[in-house]
């Protein structure tokens, strides 16, 4: 019930293309869901966050799709670029404690030139 | 600049001896957090704090303690009863940022070896 899956592990994109990585979440009580995106010797920064009252946010190429009924979201990155490579987790968290975050276990990005 | 700071930022420990990671924040956030970083296991939560002189287990608690006696501080004591205590730690505090949303600001983490 606790537990946020995401997938893929690794993923390898060109440059210009579209990244997609995909969570999926069990417990309901969850109402927060970010992405973090974090680089080599670094701690994760978060990039964009999205609340289930909305299907979809989006931040320059940056976009979240959220299905609540399928409890599923995703990350969309479109016309990748190689200074995106990095890893990217997703995270839910329960109403009141936005810190207190459930992570993906990470995807791996690699935009290649 | 406003931050966190994690010190040291490698450290190497013989097995059996206690190790603090200090965690300094400059952004007078209330709540402060330690996450333990794997590689392809995520972030899991140890130890958050929501307020000075109080503090909650997170999910992988055992082996590890904390204290709060400062809003500013939050350090990390990995102890000898910590069974597999190589790993990337990762501090965080939580507050209003510009994306107009609660979130989580790390620090750069510490990383540790046990020998």
């Known amino acids: 019930q606790q537990q946020v899956k995401q997938s893929p592990q690794s993923l390898i994109v060109q440059k210009g293309g579209i990244s997609i990585i995909n969570c999926a979440y069990e417990?309901?009580?969850?109402?927060?869901f970010p992405w973090y995106q974090q680089f080599p010797g670094k701690g994760p920064a978060l990039l964009i966050a999205i609340r289930p009252d909305v299907s979809e946010k989006k931040e320059g190429r940056f976009t979240i799709s959220f299905n609540k009924s399928a409890k599923q979201f995703s990350l969309h990155i479109m016309d990748s670029q190689p200074g995106d490579s990095a890893t990217y987790f997703c995270?839910?968290?329960?109403?009141?404690?936005?810190?207190?975050?459930?992570f993906g276990q990470g995807t791996t990005l690699q935009v290649k030139p | 600049d406003g931050g966190i700071t994690q010190s040291p930022k490698y450290l190497f420990r013989k097995e059996g001896q206690n190790v603090t990671l200090s965690c300094e924040q400059n952004l007078n956030h209330d709540a402060m957090y330690w996450y333990r970083q794997d590689p392809g296991q995520g972030l899991r939560l140890i130890y958050y704090?929501?307020?000075?002189?109080?503090?909650q287990k997170g999910d992988i608690a055992e082996g590890y303690s904390v204290s709060r006696e400062k809003k500013e501080s939050f350090p990390l004591t990995v102890t000898s009863a910590q069974k597999n205590p190589t790993a990337f730690y990762l501090c965080?505090?939580?507050?209003?940022?510009?994306?107009?949303?609660?979130?989580?600001?790390f620090g750069e983490g510490s990383r540790l070896t046990v020998l």
């Open positions: 965080a505090s939580s507050g209003w940022g510009v994306k107009k949303t609660g979130e989580l600001f």
């Open positions: 417990n309901t009580a969850f109402d927060y």
């Open positions: 995270a839910a968290s329960k109403a009141g404690n936005t810190g207190k975050l459930i």
């Open positions: 704090s929501q307020i000075v002189n109080d503090f």
